[in-house]
């Protein structure tokens, strides 16, 4: 599926994920390193679909999966 204009996040909203970033790893982190985490996590944001799944649990004589 191609990316389109929604994929990608404003540069305003990188600067804010970025910033975040830098106060969960601290002040020797990478400033670069944090722009890119917080684009790909942007990102990843916008195009994941959520996953959904049925919980299947084990009755006595059946394996799980």
Request: aromatic share 6%; proline share 5%; net charge negative.
């Amino acid at each position: 599926m191609p990316n389109t204009e929604d994929d990608f996040p404003t540069h305003e909203q990188i600067e804010a994920k970025a910033h975040e970033i830098y106060l969960h790893r601290g002040e020797n982190s990478s400033a670069v390193e944090n722009w890119l985490i917080a684009e790909n996590q942007l990102r990843q944001e916008r195009t994941s679909k959520p996953i959904t799944f049925k919980l299947m649990t084990a009755t006595a004589g059946q394996r799980s999966l």
